[in-house]
Nanobody, 114 residues
Framework: QAQLVESGGELVQPGGSLRLSCVAP????????MGWYRQAPGKQRELVAS???????NYDDSVKGRFTISRDNAKNTMYLQMNSLKPEDTAVYYC????????WGQGTQVTVSS
């Protein structure tokens, strides 16, 4: 059974917005830094945003000012609000605990195209 479940990805036009969700096991979510990763066609998986258990966020320069990471500890759920989307944001988005080694989930496809 999948331990990490991502959802919310879909086709969206450039400049549009999307909100991704990630549900993780409580014992992991409550302890480790959680992060959103993405893998675009022909590229390696990269960390785009992370958040500590107390809510401190960190962003890659490519998404800074456009994406907002947040978490709801009561629901073991992490979110990624994506605004001003660009075609280069097109990728499969994954969530995972940073520096823990949990198996990857299936991810959710985000496609930004006109």
């Amino acid at each position: 059974q999948a331990q990490l479940v991502e959802s919310g990805g879909e086709l969206v036009q450039p400049g549009g917005s999307l909100r991704l969700s990630c549900v993780a096991p409580r014992n992991i979510f409550s302890i480790y830094i959680m992060g959103w990763y993405r893998q675009a066609p022909g590229k390696q998986r990269e960390l785009v945003a992370s958040i500590t258990k107390t809510g401190r966020p960190n962003y890659d320069d490519s998404v800074k000012g456009r994406f907002t990471i947040s978490r709801d500890n009561a629901k073991n759920t992490m979110y990624l609000q994506m605004n001003s989307l660009k075609p280069e944001d097109t990728a499969v988005y994954y969530c995972n605990a940073v520096n823990y080694g949990l198996a990857w989930g299936q991810g959710t496809q985000v496609t930004v195209s006109s």
